[in-house]
Each structure stands twice: as C-alpha cells, then as structure tokens.
C-alpha cells in the first residue's frame, strides 16, 4: 500500500530537503498543494485529513494550527517545528536516544522532530549519565556552532548577500536562552540545561558541538576509555550513529562541521588526555540531515513499518 504524506511547509528549507529525500521513492505518494493556496486553512486542512502522515515545516504557531486542523484520527504527524518537542503525547524523534524510543516513535501518533543542536549534546552526554559515568547534576556545557541555512530562509538570504563580507562566526543566545535549552534539559538526562553557546557560521551547511569534560571532577575519575566505552556500546547497534575510533590526534579534517553533508549521519569523537584528565566529546553531523530533514524521514520510515535507512544517506566512503 502506498502512503500519502503532505509536508505543510515544503516550499521552506527544511521542506524542500524532505521531498527530495522523499522523491524518488515508488512506496509514497505526496500530497502537494499550489502554491497559490498555501495559506488557504481549507486546502491545508484537506490534505492535513487525506494523509497518513503530516508532515510540518513551519513556524511554531503555524505547526500549533496545523495540529488543531487534524481531525481524522488515522493521520500521524511529525512536526519539525519546536513548539511539541516537549509536549505531552508527542514522541521525541530520536530513535537512537535511549532504548525503547525507537519503538515508541513507530507506535506514535505524534513525533516532535528533534532539533538540529539538541542531538549532538544528547547523543554524547545521555549514554554517560545513563551509564553513572557523568552525574545528573553535573555542570556541562555543550558549544556548537552550525551553518546559515539552520536560520532559515532570510538568513540564508542574508549571508548569501552578504558574501565574503560576512562574519566568519556569529555567537548567539549569549543571554543563556536559547529556543533548544528545554529539550536539551529534558532529554539529556541531566538535571539542568547545559550552559550552551550557539554560534552561526559562514558556510551554508553542517554543524560541530563539543562538550569538555573535566574527568578530575567526575566521580571516579573516568579514563577516555570508559567514556568512549560506554559511547560505543550504546550506539554499537545504531545506523545512524557512529563512534569514531579512540585517537590521540592534535587535529583532524574529520572534524569539519561540513564533513557529513548529505549524510544523516550523527559522528560521536573522543578526545582528551588522561594525564590531564580532561576531554573533549565532539560531535559532527549535518544540521539539514540528521539535525532535521534526515531525521524527519527516519521517524517517518519507523511509523510506517519500514526499514530506517530506506531513503537516506549512510556515511559517504573513506
């Protein structure tokens, strides 16, 4: 049986990515409205009630009515939005999170997409306090720093004005709030949000998070090989999701916020010395695959029975 998906949104940059990914696939039908009818509540609300699943690229408020449309029960949504990420009865659409979320995405009515800086904080800190390395209450904090096109489509505009004249890194949020610190709090495992510090970059495409961890203050005094340890035996079944092997490297190219473009893959390092007690977690994924379209059809291909990778891209050859 073919399934009918209508993204509510697709003419914005995370809507197009996902009917590219969607495109050439003969298992689906889209459903698209004119262009000329986007804004129309009632065409919107008729293709919201003939799929089987919605799928929102919207505005927050915009995805909250989009919600309120849908009245025949059998319509699944995801929302890549970030107004449901927190919400009651909505899935977090991070299947390699922690065990069990991958079956409560495919049994979900609801999935709220994750968004793109969340993952990379949760897939390196979550398996630690899971595995009683890092503490609940311990203070981390997690900098990231992401390509334009995670600001949508005016600041695309803006940057591809802006040409070489454009601020090489732009930090953010430098009040300490920021749209993503609730999620990062809820599911994180931690008892509070990471002091977290976004930055914007002038490249279009991909994201890098680092979370430094001072070992000495941790209980135990964990080596490198415990954290990557308990990182590989959580992720050791994950398609999407990699540990990179355990390296005493000054610097690597494999560490380019641009290095999986085109991948819905998430790339979990460790760093550090033991002598210093210290490291450094690094994640590199890209902001459009896995930190939002890639991760939207994910869940998509989960609540429809199917294999996760069908579609998508695994990492690109060495």
């Known amino acids: 049986m073919v399934a009918k998906i209508f993204i509510d949104g697709e003419a914005g940059t995370t809507?197009?990515?996902?009917?590219?990914?969607?495109?050439?696939?003969?298992?689906?039908?889209?459903?698209?409205?004119?262009?000329?009818r986007r804004k129309d509540a009632a065409t919107r609300k008729d293709l919201l009630n003939r799929a089987d699943v919605a799928i929102l690229c919207l505005p927050d408020?915009?995805?909250?009515?989009?919600?309120?449309?849908?009245?025949?029960?059998?319509?699944?949504?995801?929302?890549?939005?970030?107004?449901?990420?927190?919400?009651?009865?909505?899935a977090y659409g991070f299947p390699e999170m922690a065990p069990g979320q991958e079956a409560a995405i495919v049994a979900a009515k609801r999935v709220a997409n994750p968004g793109c800086y969340p993952q990379g904080l949760i897939g390196l800190v979550r398996p630690l306090v899971e595995g009683g390395v890092v503490p609940a209450n311990f203070p981390v904090s997690y900098n990231a720093v992401s390509g334009y096109s995670g600001g949508g489509r005016q600041m695309i505009e803006s940057y591809e004005a802006d040409g070489g004249a454009a601020v090489p890194m732009l930090p953010y949020?430098?009040?300490?709030?920021?749209?993503?610190?609730?999620?990062?709090?809820?599911?994180?495992?931690?008892?509070?949000?990471?002091?977290?510090l976004p930055a914007v970059g002038a490249y279009a495409q991909g994201l890098l998070g680092q979370v430094p961890l001072a070992l000495w203050a941790l209980p135990g005094t964990p080596s490198l090989e415990t954290i990557h340890a308990c990182l590989?035996?959580?992720?050791?079944?994950a398609p999407f999701v990699e540990v990179a092997p355990l390296?005493?490297?000054?610097?690597?190219?494999?560490?380019?916020?641009?290095?999986?473009?085109?991948t819905n893959v998430l790339r979990l390092h460790v760093f550090g010395s033991?002598?210093?007690?210290?490291?450094?977690?690094?994640?590199?994924?890209?902001?459009?695959?896995?930190?939002?379209?890639?991760?939207?059809?994910?869940?998509?291909n989960l609540m429809l029975g199917l294999n996760?990778?069908?579609?998508?891209?695994?990492p690109k050859a060495a």
């Not at 408020?61 to 009651?88: G, K």
């Not at 996760?308 to 695994?314: Q, R």
């Open 15 to 36: 809507g197009l990515q996902i009917r590219d990914r969607l495109a050439p696939r003969r298992d689906l039908e889209i459903l698209s409205i004119p262009a000329d």
């Open 61 to 90: 408020d915009a995805a909250r009515e989009a919600v309120a449309l849908v009245e025949n029960p059998d319509t699944r949504i995801i929302d890549a939005s970030s107004a449901h990420r927190t919400a009651a009865g909505w």
């Open 173 to 196: 949020a430098l009040t300490c709030k920021h749209k993503h610190a609730p999620e990062m709090a809820r599911y994180s495992g931690l008892a509070h949000a990471p002091v977290f």
């Open 232 to 237: 590989a035996d959580r992720f050791k079944d």
């Open 247 to 262: 390296e005493a490297i000054e610097r690597s190219a494999a560490l380019s916020p641009e290095a999986l473009n085109g």
């Open 274 to 300: 033991n002598d210093s007690r210290q490291a450094i977690l690094v994640a590199v994924y890209d902001n459009l695959g896995k930190g939002a379209s890639g991760a939207a059809v994910q869940c998509l």
């Open 308 to 314: 996760a990778t069908e579609g998508l891209v695994l």
